[in-house]
């Protein structure tokens, strides 16, 4: 269970609350609970009959689990498009849909046309629906989406549960398993028939609150107690007593809930902050326990002492959970988990309130005529008020820090930080994998934003120096998901699309002034690279469809380097391209290789044992490649990684250094050495000559992005540094001449949110004024809870006087 959803039930379990009634660069992992969040339509429907012959199908939509369908019938051409007769997907659907089967469709809609994910019994497909009024919409099955089996593969039935459970909060989704192969669900047999079960009307329309009136609990326990005194009388009694403390629970923890359910929506604000939220708990809190002061001086003054009178069962509850939340509290100690951080601090603080009145019930002694000096409901809730008071105080300390640690700081002329110049907050859910692009005072950013299933590419032009919006662009809400990095030249800005998982994606050529597009060049795999613009040519990896060379003036084709799959950004270099190929759908040969950049022609190749996926560097006579079995979300099984150096004019290998885990960024050179870092959570010095490693340094976690070298050797006035961060959000600056840390940052302080990830090379941006080097470091990151995932771009200062 995710780590935020599984503080939340256990917060629900310590406030005695009920469940509610009511292979490639990137995977692109999409974890359920974080689909359910921004998903704006889900529902169950209903094949009512297959026509293999056309082919196509007609479905009605039935039960909706979010939002509102907007149409009944759903007529569906089940021919594909160009990727899918390509897999002969339609072939594949047609075996998999009868009359009678149902399906569970998660539905956005993108600009004027509707994106549809359906899912039956493990099989996920996609659909496009077009049309002028939602009446008339008719639907294009586009092709199988094999990857989408992380994200879940059980049956139908079993999905329509954890759909209505995740969105009730009644139990959270199951994670998303990123070692899960792609793959589809089994074949409908001939004469295996669909057991059709009725749909069931209504369902969650939205998220139910959490809070249980108490009417609910006393009212059905008051009748019992009538009928059954014998039986059910105590426990009504008991209910009673502690009537204050449920409700308060139950209120707290649906404001906690809804909090985090809602995070994208309430970012920038108070509430969005912990500091607000436990704020809020604390007072709420606390108007609850005057509450059951006041219900407990009322009961003394009508003599009303056998109501509050602990008994056993207060006894044998209390003791038994306040073990076990010990018990709790001491195996994360023992798996040394950081109690005072998200989400242990608030399983910490829900478990105080329990602890005081458990104390309270034991150690307190009794008032006069055998009654309780106070009531326990009172003790519990204003130990909740402590627990959520202490919460506040911590909390704002660590929003008063910069979350910024000095390390040099021996008075030497070192890099020192500043502070945070601003913070460009897209709007939405949503991440960003791509180093920015600055040019001049514009500054050039892909991101992706999240709607369930769905993700739309973004390209924003922003002010570099106020981050202040000036245009974006997402080809009217139709752009794949963006992870190559933005190339402008001659006022042209070059920019790919997709994922590894994406088909048929483009690259765009576009205005830089406007956003406006000049032209797009279509693929039929993805483009998650980099292009590289020479000498008015374009160069880019199109995953399956290997290596294109396109005018930039009008993107036609000049050539192609067919057969591997190329993920990576090639570099040109005196007439020559040099890249590296990776494992993908269709290709699987790990090659690294040099084309000639006028014909692709091959001019050699060199087979390699794992991916090459990192960009080449090119320095002197040589060419750096990173490889690796691994990926931007995971380690391999077996983690291997390694940085070749080979001879540029003949490709012959001159050395391999190998490291424990996969390397994925581009390494940065000086004369003498190369910098590069790998998923082991290290980066490396290795001598240009042999490969030996001079330094290693630990940063904190897993590194995809390279690193970011300032200063050249020899340059007066400069101090030499290197910028690199982590997939954990851990930020550094490094002194490249023994790799000991100048200062380092750690994201999730400033973003406030228990996950931060870099997969970007940070960019730097240096200048002196007075004999002082101002430096602007660019981070581009993602920033998460289980349910919401934000882009930000963070400009952070650092000077060296």
């Given at each position: 269970?995710?780590?935020?959803?599984?503080?939340?039930?256990?917060?629900?379990?310590?406030?005695?609350?009920?469940?509610?009634?009511?292979?490639?660069?990137?995977?692109?992992?999409?974890?359920?609970?974080?689909?359910?969040?921004?998903?704006?339509?889900?529902?169950?429907?209903?094949?009512?009959?297959?026509?293999?012959?056309?082919?196509?199908?007609?479905?009605?939509?039935?039960?909706?689990?979010?939002?509102?369908?907007?149409?009944?019938?759903?007529?569906?051409?089940?021919?594909?498009?160009?990727?899918?007769?390509?897999?002969k997907d339609p072939e594949e659907i047609l075996k998999r849909m009868a009359a009678g089967l149902e399906i569970v469709f998660f539905v956005s809609k993108r600009g004027e046309t509707y994106e549809a994910f359906g899912f039956t019994n493990g099989t996920w497909f996609h659909m496009i629906g077009e049309g002028d009024k939602p009446e008339d919409v008719t639907w294009l099955f586009t092709n199988c989406e094999r990857y989408l089996r992380r994200t879940f593969k059980g049956t139908t039935e079993e999905l329509k549960k954890v759909v209505a459970d995740g969105l009730s909060g009644k139990k959270a989704p199951p994670p998303a398993d990123e070692k899960e192969p792609p793959g589809l669900g089994p074949e409908i047999k001939s004469d295996d028939k669909p057991k059709d079960p009725p749909l069931t009307k209504g369902g969650p329309a939205s998220l139910p609150f959490a809070v249980v009136p108490t009417f609910v609990l006393i009212g059905p326990l008051a009748i019992l107690a009538a009928l059954f005194p014998t039986v059910f009388g105590g426990l009504a009694i008991m209910m009673k007593r502690w009537t204050a403390a449920l409700s308060i629970s139950s209120l707290v923890s649906t404001v906690y809930f809804l909090q985090m359910w809602f995070y994208g929506r309430l970012t920038g604000t108070w509430l969005a902050t912990p500091t607000g939220l436990w704020t809020?708990?604390?007072?709420?809190?606390?108007?609850?326990?005057?509450?059951?002061?006041?219900?407990?001086?009322?009961?003394?003054?009508?003599?009303?002492?056998?109501?509050?009178?602990?008994?056993?069962?207060?006894?044998?509850?209390?003791?038994?959970?306040?073990?076990v939340c010990l018990g709790i509290i001491f195996y994360l100690i023992e798996t040394k988990k950081n109690l005072l951080q998200a989400p242990y601090l608030d399983l910490l603080a829900s478990c105080v309130p329990v602890w005081v009145a458990t104390a309270a019930l034991l150690f307190v002694r009794s008032g006069p005529e055998g009654t309780s000096a106070f009531s326990l409901e009172s003790a519990f809730l204003w130990g909740l008020v402590f627990a959520c008071?202490?919460?506040?105080?911590?909390?704002?300390?660590?929003?008063?820090?910069?979350?910024?640690?000095?390390?040099?700081?021996?008075?030497?002329?070192?890099?020192?930080?500043?502070?945070?110049?601003?913070?460009?907050?897209?709007?939405?859910?949503?991440?960003?994998?791509?180093?920015?692009?600055?040019?001049?005072?514009?500054?050039?950013?892909?991101?992706?934003?999240?709607?369930?299933?769905?993700?739309?590419?973004?390209?924003?032009?922003?002010?570099?120096?106020?981050?202040?919006?000036?245009?974006?662009?997402?080809?009217?809400?139709?752009?794949?998901?963006?992870?190559?990095?933005?190339?402008?030249?001659?006022?042209?800005?070059?920019?790919?699309?997709?994922?590894?998982?994406?088909?048929?994606?483009?690259?765009?050529?576009?205005?830089?002034?406007?956003?406006?597009?000049?032209?797009?060049?279509q693929t039929t795999s993805h483009t998650e690279s980099t292009p590289g613009v020479v000498n008015g040519k374009v160069y880019f990896g199109a995953g399956d469809d290997g290596v294109f060379c396109v005018g930039a003036a009008d993107g036609k084709r000049i050539w192609n380097y067919p057969a591997v799959h190329v993920d990576s950004n090639p570099i040109v270099h005196d007439g020559r391209l040099y890249v590296g190929s990776g494992v993908g759908d269709k290709f699987q040969n790990t090659l690294v290789f040099c084309l000639d950049a006028e014909k692709g022609t091959e001019i050699w190749k060199l087979p390699v044992d794992e991916a090459a996926f990192a960009p080449p560097v090119f320095a002197g006579a040589h060419v750096y490649f990173g490889i690796g079995n691994g990926n931007y979300d995971s380690s391999g099984d077996k983690p291997v990684g390694a940085l070749l150096c080979i001879e540029a004019a003949t490709g012959k290998r001159i050395w391999r250094c190998d490291v424990p885990d996969a390397v994925l960024g581009q390494p940065a050179v000086d004369s003498d050495y190369v910098y590069f870092t790998a998923r082991d959570g290290n980066c490396y010095c290795a001598s240009r000559i042999d490969g030996r490693v001079k330094w290693k340094q630990p940063i904190g976690g897993p590194a995809v992005a390279g690193p970011a070298l300032v200063g050249d050797e020899g340059e007066f006035g400069t101090v030499r540094s290197l910028y690199v961060a982590t997939t954990d959000g851990r930020i550094a600056c490094l002194n490249p001449d023994d790799g000991k840390p100048f200062w380092s940052r750690d994201l999730t302080r400033l973003a406030k949110l228990p996950k931060a990830n870099v997969s970007a090379t940070p960019v730097v941006i240096s200048r002196t004024e007075g004999g002082v080097e101002r430096r602007r470091v660019l981070i581009a990151a993602g920033v998460s809870n289980e349910t919401t995932s934000l882009a930000r771009v963070y400009c952070f200062e650092d000077e060296v006087k």
């Amino acid at each position: 269970m995710p780590q935020r959803i599984w503080a939340t039930a256990a917060i629900m379990f310590a406030l005695w609350l009920s469940p509610p009634a009511a292979h490639g660069v990137v995977k692109n992992i999409l974890p359920l609970n974080r689909v359910l969040a921004t998903q704006p339509l889900i529902f169950v429907a209903k094949v009512d009959k297959v026509l293999p012959d056309k082919p196509a199908m007609m479905v009605t939509a039935g039960a909706v689990l979010k939002g509102k369908v907007p149409f009944t019938r759903m007529p569906v051409n089940l021919s594909g498009d160009a990727a899918g007769k390509r897999d002969k997907d339609p072939e594949e659907i047609l075996k998999r849909m009868a009359a009678g089967l149902e399906i569970v469709f998660f539905v956005s809609k993108r600009g004027e046309t509707y994106e549809a994910f359906g899912f039956t019994n493990g099989t996920w497909f996609h659909m496009i629906g077009e049309g002028d009024k939602p009446e008339d919409v008719t639907w294009l099955f586009t092709n199988c989406e094999r990857y989408l089996r992380r994200t879940f593969k059980g049956t139908t039935e079993e999905l329509k549960k954890v759909v209505a459970d995740g969105l009730s909060g009644k139990k959270a989704p199951p994670p998303a398993d990123e070692k899960e192969p792609p793959g589809l669900g089994p074949e409908i047999k001939s004469d295996d028939k669909p057991k059709d079960p009725p749909l069931t009307k209504g369902g969650p329309a939205s998220l139910p609150f959490a809070v249980v009136p108490t009417f609910v609990l006393i009212g059905p326990l008051a009748i019992l107690a009538a009928l059954f005194p014998t039986v059910f009388g105590g426990l009504a009694i008991m209910m009673k007593r502690w009537t204050a403390a449920l409700s308060i629970s139950s209120l707290v923890s649906t404001v906690y809930f809804l909090q985090m359910w809602f995070y994208g929506r309430l970012t920038g604000t108070w509430l969005a902050t912990p500091t607000g939220l436990w704020t809020t708990l604390a007072v709420i809190s606390a108007l609850g326990a005057v509450w059951a002061g006041v219900r407990y001086r009322k009961a003394i003054r009508d003599a009303d002492f056998e109501t509050y009178q602990p008994r056993k069962w207060d006894y044998l509850v209390l003791i038994v959970m306040s073990v076990v939340c010990l018990g709790i509290i001491f195996y994360l100690i023992e798996t040394k988990k950081n109690l005072l951080q998200a989400p242990y601090l608030d399983l910490l603080a829900s478990c105080v309130p329990v602890w005081v009145a458990t104390a309270a019930l034991l150690f307190v002694r009794s008032g006069p005529e055998g009654t309780s000096a106070f009531s326990l409901e009172s003790a519990f809730l204003w130990g909740l008020v402590f627990a959520c008071a202490n919460v506040v105080a911590l909390e704002h300390g660590r929003a008063g820090g910069t979350g910024v640690q000095v390390i040099a700081d021996t008075g030497a002329r070192v890099p020192r930080p500043v502070g945070t110049a601003w913070v460009f907050e897209p709007i939405g859910n949503g991440t960003t994998y791509t180093t920015p692009l600055v040019a001049g005072d514009r500054m050039y950013i892909p991101a992706i934003q999240y709607q369930g299933l769905t993700q739309i590419g973004v390209l924003y032009c922003i002010d570099a120096n106020t981050s202040k919006e000036v245009w974006r662009f997402d080809n009217k809400e139709q752009m794949k998901a963006a992870f190559s990095a933005a190339v402008l030249v001659d006022g042209k800005i070059f920019i790919g699309e997709g994922n590894h998982q994406d088909q048929n994606c483009r690259l765009f050529c576009l205005d830089a002034n406007t956003g406006k597009e000049i032209w797009s060049f279509q693929t039929t795999s993805h483009t998650e690279s980099t292009p590289g613009v020479v000498n008015g040519k374009v160069y880019f990896g199109a995953g399956d469809d290997g290596v294109f060379c396109v005018g930039a003036a009008d993107g036609k084709r000049i050539w192609n380097y067919p057969a591997v799959h190329v993920d990576s950004n090639p570099i040109v270099h005196d007439g020559r391209l040099y890249v590296g190929s990776g494992v993908g759908d269709k290709f699987q040969n790990t090659l690294v290789f040099c084309l000639d950049a006028e014909k692709g022609t091959e001019i050699w190749k060199l087979p390699v044992d794992e991916a090459a996926f990192a960009p080449p560097v090119f320095a002197g006579a040589h060419v750096y490649f990173g490889i690796g079995n691994g990926n931007y979300d995971s380690s391999g099984d077996k983690p291997v990684g390694a940085l070749l150096c080979i001879e540029a004019a003949t490709g012959k290998r001159i050395w391999r250094c190998d490291v424990p885990d996969a390397v994925l960024g581009q390494p940065a050179v000086d004369s003498d050495y190369v910098y590069f870092t790998a998923r082991d959570g290290n980066c490396y010095c290795a001598s240009r000559i042999d490969g030996r490693v001079k330094w290693k340094q630990p940063i904190g976690g897993p590194a995809v992005a390279g690193p970011a070298l300032v200063g050249d050797e020899g340059e007066f006035g400069t101090v030499r540094s290197l910028y690199v961060a982590t997939t954990d959000g851990r930020i550094a600056c490094l002194n490249p001449d023994d790799g000991k840390p100048f200062w380092s940052r750690d994201l999730t302080r400033l973003a406030k949110l228990p996950k931060a990830n870099v997969s970007a090379t940070p960019v730097v941006i240096s200048r002196t004024e007075g004999g002082v080097e101002r430096r602007r470091v660019l981070i581009a990151a993602g920033v998460s809870n289980e349910t919401t995932s934000l882009a930000r771009v963070y400009c952070f200062e650092d000077e060296v006087k």
